[in-house]
């Protein structure tokens, strides 16, 4: 990785430090040489902090590190793309991110595990969701594998609408029983992707 710190006659290049997860923008700030040296040591990004005129590890103070999972450079090697994961709120303000935006990804099916841990956290009676947690883990299982016998049934016909209402249930309910079970999605998604190397 050559990155052009010369380019610029402060020997700043940005650094736009993206979530590794959502891939949501957090913030932009500066680095020299010696900030990414100390971010690839510390493994926290650290910037060179224009105000302090001194480095600056993201969180030093209120604990809110962003943890460094990649760096890439650009096609003209003078600016930084820090993937990382955030510990809390990166912005000053206390938002998720430098534009006041909510760190969550735009996929539906972790939009969807946002809902349904919702509903298990705050429950109601109205809500279905909410009444596969209380009847416990032993129901909820069950419910999984009466999902997946339906969803085998309707494979062995010609009705793609109910094959694909079927395929949704068994899924909206995978993902019900994964929270239960204290995992998401992305727990499953790490396995698989480990199998695959």
């Known amino acids: 990785m050559k990155i052009d710190f010369a380019k610029y006659t402060d020997g700043l290049v940005p650094a736009i430090v993206q979530d590794?997860?959502?891939?949501?923008?957090l913030m932009l700030g500066f680095m020299n040489e010696e900030a990414l040296t100390k971010t690839k040591e510390l493994n926290k990004v650290t910037f060179?902090?224009?105000?302090?005129?001194?480095?600056w590890t993201?969180?030093?103070?209120?604990?809110?590190?962003?943890?460094?999972?990649?760096?890439?450079?650009?096609?003209?090697?003078?600016?930084?793309?820090i993937k990382a994961e955030p510990v809390g709120p990166v912005c000053h303000t206390g938002a998720d991110t430098c534009w006041d935006e909510k760190n969550v990804s735009n996929d539906f099916l972790?939009?969807?595990?946002?809902?349904?841990?919702d509903r298990k956290n705050n429950p109601t009676e109205k809500s279905y969701t909410a009444s596969l947690f209380a009847k416990g883990i032993?129901?909820?299982?069950?419910k999984v594998g009466e999902e997946a016998v339906e969803l085998v049934i309707e494979a062995k016909d010609n009705n793609d609408e109910l094959f694909k209402n079927e395929a949704a249930d068994l899924l909206f309910h995978y993902l019900i029983l994964l929270q239960a079970k204290?995992?998401?999605?992305?727990?499953?998604?790490?396995i698989l992707k480990e199998r695959h190397k």
């Not at 590794?20 to 923008?25: D, L």
């Not at 032993?138 to 069950?142: D, E, P």
């Open 138 to 142: 032993n129901k909820l299982a069950q």
């Open 20 to 25: 590794a997860v959502t891939n949501k923008v």
């Open 110 to 117: 972790s939009q969807l595990e946002n809902i349904i841990s």
């Open 182 to 190: 204290g995992f998401k999605l992305e727990d499953i998604i790490a």
């Open 58 to 81: 993201k969180g030093e103070e209120s604990g809110n590190f962003l943890l460094l999972k990649d760096i890439k450079v650009d096609c003209d090697n003078d600016t930084l793309l």
């Open 48 to 55: 060179f902090s224009r105000s302090k005129n001194r480095l």
